[in-house]
């Protein structure tokens, strides 16, 4: 069996849901994970979604801000939200992939988008890049007692870990999303907790991956001065099923896109 899980951040659900539901209609993934929806509940284009043929929908969200979805062609048996850092700021959302799934029935499916942390890589002059640094303590300690079990966690993680999965690692070192700090932080809890990078599995470094691109450059696709923050791991008991992570870069290129593209897991079960 073939599963594709595809993490998009769309910076906002409700602005570009055209563009959602073209995705769906052409690249038909079983599950998409969507961040920066911001849109709260009651708000959330529930029926457009489901009438794209992704029946199964759980999502959290708040007005004007964050927020994460996971749309899924199988029923969805559980819906559960963590908080970090003691704010119910709507980013991270979990789901259980339901025995209709078949050889992926009780694959649990996580959902995050990390707080990106300002421009200043100071968590004393710019408390949004300290917010950023304890997020990633308490996910480092929640990836610890994880369980065991299959697994996939997928997201804008707002980190690019990696030399090669930034267009200058010596420009952006003291670039937020680049930093030190950042990098052995994100690469210490992806590592402590046995998360599998399925990207750099099949394509290592040297080799540049990028899945964002800035609003600010004039012309994003000739500059191509993109970031990795787009992430899918997953756990060591289906590092073998892995068998292709793609960049839908063309979406980048969408009328009113958003500053992501789409990254789809495949897996084959």
């Known amino acids: 069996m073939r599963l594709t899980v595809t993490t ?9 849901i055209d563009l959602v539901l073209r995705f769906l209609a052409e690249a038909r993934p079983d599950v998409l994970c969507l961040q920066e929806t911001k849109c709260p509940d009651d708000a ?50 979990s789901a ?51 369980p065991s079990g299959p697994a996939i966690l997928v997201g804008d993680l707002n980190v690019a ?14 670039v937020v999303s680049h930093t030190p700090v950042e990098t052995e932080a994100f690469e210490t809890l992806r590592g402590e907790a046995g998360w599998v990078d399925t990207a750099r599995l099949l394509v290592p470094e040297p080799e540049k991956i990028y899945t964002w691109w800035s609003y600010r450059s004039p012309d994003w696709a000739a500059a191509n001065k ?12 289906l590092a073998g099923t892995v068998r292709d992570v793609t960049v839908a870069r063309h979406a980048r290129g969408w009328e009113r896109p958003s500053d992501h593209a789409p990254v789809t897991l495949t897996l084959e079960l």
């Open 8 to 16: 998009w951040n769309i910076n906002s659900v409700r602005l570009r």
């Open 44 to 93: 959330f284009p529930l029926k457009a979604l489901r009438g794209s043929g992704y029946e199964h929908v759980v999502f959290a969200g708040q007005k004007g801000y964050n927020g994460v979805a996971i749309l899924s062609r199988f029923p969805l048996l559980s819906r559960d939200c963590m908080a970090f850092c003691e704010r119910l700021d709507a980013r991270h959302i």
């Open 96 to 146: 259980v992939l339901g025995p209709e799934a078949g050889a992926a029935a009780g694959l649990v499916l996580h959902d995050f988008y990390v707080p990106a942390g300002g421009d200043v890589p100071d968590r004393d002059l710019n408390p949004k890049f300290g917010h950023k640094l304890d997020f990633l303590a308490e996910l480092r300690a929640w990836g610890g007692r994880r």
């Open 161 to 174: 870990p990696l030399e090669h999965d930034v267009w200058s690692h010596k420009q952006l070192l003291d």
């Open 226 to 237: 993109g970031r990795r923050l787009d992430h899918a791991w997953v756990s060591p008991d």
